[in-house]
């Protein structure tokens, strides 16, 4: 018997939250990083990026937006791919402790 797996009905993203942002007109290699980028390279990167997230006015619709794809790749709202993956289990873990589907 095969699984049926159910599509999540997103709803369409607001990008006026954009306008707004921090980051706007940066570089996004300092959000997304070059290929073959070494570790050290990479911390020192995204400490950039993430003193521009911390003073951004939009972080948190960043990161909501950014766990809710869910983005793969770069620093969205002062979090870097790993941080998010722990981010968005936390959500979960808190949704459902809760009753509640996670965003």
């Known amino acids: 018997m095969s699984q049926v797996r159910r599509q999540i009905a997103r709803p369409r993203p607001s990008w006026g939250?954009?306008?707004?942002?921090?980051?706007?007109?940066?570089?996004?290699?300092?959000?997304?990083?070059?290929?073959?980028?070494?570790?050290?390279?990479?911390?020192?990167?995204?400490?950039?990026?993430?003193?521009?997230?911390?003073?951004?006015?939009?972080?948190?619709?960043?990161?909501?937006?950014?766990?809710?794809?869910?983005?793969?790749?770069g620093t969205w709202g002062g979090l870097n791919e790993d941080e998010r993956a722990s981010e968005r289990r936390r959500r979960m873990r808190r949704a459902a402790s809760a009753g509640i589907s996670a965003a």
């Open 17 to 73: 939250w954009q306008d707004d942002a921090a980051c706007r007109g940066e570089d996004l290699v300092l959000f997304f990083g070059p290929d073959g980028e070494r570790q050290p390279e990479r911390e020192i990167r995204e400490r950039k990026a993430k003193a521009i997230c911390a003073q951004c006015p939009v972080r948190v619709e960043c990161l909501d937006y950014a766990l809710s794809r869910p983005e793969k790749y």
